[in-house]
């Protein structure tokens, strides 16, 4: 695993720790402020903006990533808390060029339209599928609530999980 | 010369950015950092009022500019004036004196930006915000639309509304209250600021690059207009609320300036209530008479709605009481109410949902009043023409859009009783509703380069804020050029680019995409024209009129055989491009009304006990003219209809009255539709184009979308309980 060490500036309130964690499989070491929140660690001081800040209060999914596998809202979660953890991200998911099938199956179904909670629906349905939560349309809708999108496109999101969930089914 | 066939127009294309959003490529405006050239980029947050009206008597910054990192806060205590030149009734504010940030003492609404703190980090900025100390002198605010006396209304009548109400055999009086909306687009407003000497950059949320953004700070800062430059690549949605250039700009503008620095400032979701606008509360008295058959005689229409006391907001909200039916006496009285809260804006559809919903379920509840079936009823109250302007319709097929859709909804089996069908616990109705909106257009630039690998760059300052104008226009370009898809780029949302009108009104396919087909069909007259008179083409001495150009190969109609390709011409006649400039500008002097329809059909449940509403299924078919993309117009008219069945059961933003408050500024009280909300949903578009439009036939999606969602839902309410309620949204409690 290749490592990176990385330091974001701790304001110099004393109020800052040390943390190692993996994102996109790449492992830091950095010192983090204390308010600093996992999303906005990804976004202000990793330059990882694929992961969207909609509400910062856990109310909207823009922000969901991987927490070990668990899809969590990153708004919700202080850095600090991530000693040890794998986190996965966005930009994390293609390899080598090759789209995640969810990622091929939102551009298939036309599952956005602004493309701002995209990166959080995709997330977040990956979650879904592995939790086993993507059985018939209406389990996904129910387990897909927590990611708002504002342009409406609910039901292709919808369409989109199911295709990966029945591919992934016949694998 | 010869008119190219259909290839990409017309057909469902994927979007040309998908790649890019779906790996989280697509830079919005708050991601825009380092990777971008902006180094030592500070962070802005707003300290906002917290009373709601009122004069600030001191702002204590000692504990904030304590907090390591804290750079600056700025105030009115210590900002400079800004010139701000006279912009009313352009870039899109409205009549009045726009707010002034910084400027002086003065509140006029809670949650009013009264100070801004810039730091090293995110953190730093939040932390020191909480830390401003700001005293006020507290007036009472005057926020209840309903306890507020009006200004003077703007008035409109055609024969004896009153007579013919008096003399009318059957009569309706019916007052309907509609809920404040916001916007929320998923992406809360953003601007990063940088100044170079007097020149500024902004990378901004906005739907208007050139006359909005970049006029209006042109305006704020006194600068001339070339010395700013307004960037906007993606918009993670916006509804209406990134048309005007809200005060935040400025803020974050003015504290780049003052520090030096690059700044990034970020609304908070809660700040997106007070410091973006909204759609207006309303409350609409509507008096209809009628004779036995349905057939509408007159209709008086009194109209409050919210608006600042700074600016006054007016919306297209009386349009479908004069037009969308024959009705020989209207009059109507249309008055602003100047309350203590920021000036509401235009969010899709705007005025149209909110007048149309207010028309739709009046007429059902016409058509239930005189036991006829409402479609008939529409039927019977046809239009012949314009009633306001006496001009023929371009196209109208409301009637058509009942026709499909009753059959493919199934309307016939409805059962007209209300009350009448039950599934289990639930109470079933079924609904319809008219949709209209007017057909917009505006002039528009595009410059269209096709360059010697036969490649084309075709740009203009628009924007998409999800509707998909970047594959719209790629499709257009590539067509009336004859190259394939991805051999066109389409670049927009750069206020150095061609300038385009505001991306809002239904209109950017009409303008923009009119000003493309012009620019492109100019450059392919060019290359023809170079490539006849060509000496060494094999097209030499061909007749122009009979060349047509597909996958950027040129050959002759008549003799395929001859052709040529624009790689080969352009390189072998030593250019590097050949280029134009295409506009378009909408024919002065109406000769027709122009507006898309839709007939859209709602089926709920209505938990008996518990008053619950769910949407079982919907459909709505559409008049709206040529489809650019069948894909994406589907995908807009679905989510449309996600939006209105927000404004019908879910969205309406709640004020504290005594203090001028929103109490739920936030995603978790606010209530948006969410997946579970949201389950068969369909749109179908008739098939034609409106060739009085504009030249591609285009007569507007995006806004007529949102519009009679809410009242076929509400008149399904009614016919699944027997219950018509006048609110929206139409909640738990209005139901129990």
Redesign the interface.
């Known amino acids: 695993m290749p490592s990176q060490s990385a330091s974001v500036?701790a304001?110099?309130?004393g109020l800052a720790s040390q943390v190692s964690l993996s994102v996109n499989r790449v492992r830091r070491r950095m010192e983090v402020?204390n308010?600093?929140s996992l999303l906005?660690l990804l976004?202000?001081h990793l330059?990882l903006?694929?992961?969207?800040?909609?509400?910062?209060?856990g109310?909207?999914g823009?922000c969901t990533v991987l927490v070990n596998g668990v899809r969590m809202n990153a708004c919700l979660i202080l850095a600090v808390r991530m000693e040890g953890a794998e986190v996965t991200?966005?930009?994390g998911?293609?390899d080598e060029g090759e789209?995640h099938p969810m990622?091929?199956a939102?551009?298939?179904r036309?599952a956005?339209?602004?493309?701002?909670?995209?990166?959080g629906q995709?997330m977040s349905g990956i979650g879904c599928v592995s939790e086993g939560h993507a059985g018939s349309a209406e389990t996904?809708?129910?387990w897909?609530?927590?990611?708002?999108?504002?342009?409406?496109?609910?039901?292709?999101?919808?369409e989109a999980i199911q295709q990966v969930a029945s591919a992934s089914e016949g694998a | 010369m010869s008119s190219q066939p259909e290839v990409a127009v017309g057909s469902a294309k994927?979007?040309v950015?998908?790649?890019?959003?779906?790996?989280?490529?697509?830079?919005?405006t708050?991601?825009h950092?380092?990777?971008h050239g902006l180094e030592e980029v500070a962070?802005a947050v707003i300290v906002d009022s917290s009373v709601g009206r009122g004069r600030i008597t001191s702002i204590d910054t000692t504990e904030a500019d304590a907090?390591?990192?804290v750079v600056r806060v700025i105030s009115h205590a210590n900002a400079p004036t800004l010139p701000y030149d006279d912009n009313a009734g352009r870039s899109l504010n409205p009549p009045g004196e726009r707010l002034r940030v910084f400027q002086d003492d003065r509140v006029l609404f809670f949650g009013q930006p009264v100070a801004v703190v810039v730091a090293?980090?995110?953190?730093?900025a939040?932390?020191a915000a909480r830390l401003v100390e700001v005293r006020y002198d507290a007036e009472d605010p005057v926020t209840d639309l309903g306890a507020a006396p009006a200004d003077e209304p703007v008035r409109y009548s055609r024969g004896d509304a009153e007579e013919a109400l008096g003399s009318a055999p059957v009569r309706l009086d019916l007052t309907y209250r509609l809920a404040r909306n916001h916007?929320?687009?998923?992406?809360?407003h953003a601007t990063v600021a940088r100044w170079e000497g007097d020149r500024l950059t902004v990378w901004d949320k906005t739907q208007w690059v050139g006359d909005g953004t970049q006029r209006e700070l042109s305006t704020v800062f006194g600068l001339p207009r070339e010395q700013v430059r307004v960037i906007s690549p993606?918009?993670?949605?916006a509804?209406g609320s990134a048309l005007r250039c809200w005060p935040h700009v400025t803020i974050a503008a003015l504290a780049a300036r003052e520090t030096g620095r690059p700044v990034k400032l970020?609304l908070?979701?809660r700040q997106l209530y007070t410091g973006t606008g909204f759609r207006p509360a309303y409350e609409y008295r509507l008096r209809i008479g009628a004779d036995r058959h349905g057939r509408v005689l007159a209709t008086d229409h009194d109209i409050r709605s919210e608006t600042s006391s700074y600016e006054t907001f007016t919306e297209a909200v009386t349009a479908p009481g004069q037009t969308l039916y024959r009705t020989p006496h209207v009059r109507q009285a249309y008055r602003t109410v100047p309350l203590d809260v920021n000036t509401p804006t235009w969010m899709r559809g705007p005025g149209f949902a909110s007048g149309v919903h207010v028309l739709e379920t009046a007429l059902d509840e016409l058509a239930h009043e005189l036991g006829i079936d409402p479609i008939e009823l529409r039927r019977r109250n046809e239009p012949e023409q314009d009633e306001v302007s006496g001009l023929p319709f371009s196209t109208r097929r409301l009637l058509e859009c009942y026709a499909v859709g009753a059959r493919e909804f199934g309307w016939a089996e409805r059962n007209p009783t209300p009350g009448s069908t039950r599934d289990g616990n639930w109470l079933v109705g079924i609904g319809t509703a008219s949709a209209v909106c007017e057909t917009g257009r505006s002039a528009a630039r595009a410059s269209v380069q096709l360059r010697v690998d036969g490649t084309a760059l075709v740009q203009s300052a628009t924007s998409d804020?999800?509707?998909?104008t970047y594959t719209s226009m790629t499709q257009i370009a590539a067509d009336e050029l004859g190259v394939d898809l991805d051999d066109v780029v389409f670049r927009l949302g750069d206020s150095d680019l061609p300038p385009a009108p505001s991306h809002s009104g239904s209109k950017t396919t009409a303008s923009v995409g009119s000003a493309v087909l012009d620019g492109a069909r100019q450059v392919r007259q060019k290359a023809v024209e170079l490539a006849v008179a060509d000496t060494r083409s094999p097209l030499y001495g061909a007749d122009p009129a009979d060349v047509v150009v597909a996958h950027g190969v040129l050959r002759s109609r008549n003799d395929p055989a001859r052709r040529d390709s624009y790689r080969a011409l352009i390189g072998r006649n030593g250019r590097s491009r050949l280029e134009a400039i295409g506009a378009y500008v909408p024919p002065t002097g109406q000769s027709h009304s122009m507006s898309a329809y839709g007939a859209v059909f709602a089926e709920v449940g209505v938990d008996s006990a518990l008053g619950l509403v769910r949407i079982r299924r919907m459909l709505a078919v559409y008049d709206v003219g040529r489809i650019i993309n069948p894909?994406?117009a589907?995908?807009?008219a679905?989510?449309?209809?996600?939006?209105g069945i927000g404004m019908a059961l879910l969205e309406r933003t709640v004020t504290d009255h005594r203090d001028g408050r929103i109490v739920n500024a936030?995603?978790?009280d606010y209530l948006?539709?969410?997946?579970?909300?949201?389950?068969d949903?369909r749109a179908i578009f008739l098939d034609g184009r409106d060739d009085h439009a504009d030249p591609l036939g285009v007569k507007g999606l995006g806004e007529v979308v949102q519009v009679g969602v809410a009242p076929a839902i509400a008149n399904a309410v009614f016919h699944a309980t027997g219950r018509r309620v006048r609110e929206l949204p139409i909640t738990v409690e209005a139901l129990l």
């Open positions: 500036p304001t110099a309130t402020d308010r600093t906005d976004r202000e330059g903006v694929g992961t969207k800040k909609g509400c910062d209060a109310a909207c823009a991200t966005i930009e998911l293609a789209l990622q091929q939102f551009i298939d036309d956005f339209q602004c493309g701002y909670c995209t990166p995709i996904i809708r129910e897909m609530s927590g990611n708002i999108c504002r342009c409406g496109c609910y039901v292709r999101i919808t | 994927q979007r950015e998908a790649r890019l959003k779906v790996t989280g490529r697509a830079p919005f708050a991601d950092g380092t990777a962070h907090v390591p990192g090293d980090t995110l953190e730093a939040q932390h916007h929320n687009p998923m992406e809360p993606y918009l993670g949605g509804f970020v908070t979701r804020m999800g509707p998909g894909l994406l589907d995908s807009q679905v989510g449309g209809m996600v939006g936030n995603l978790a948006v539709p969410v997946s579970a909300d949201v389950h949903l």
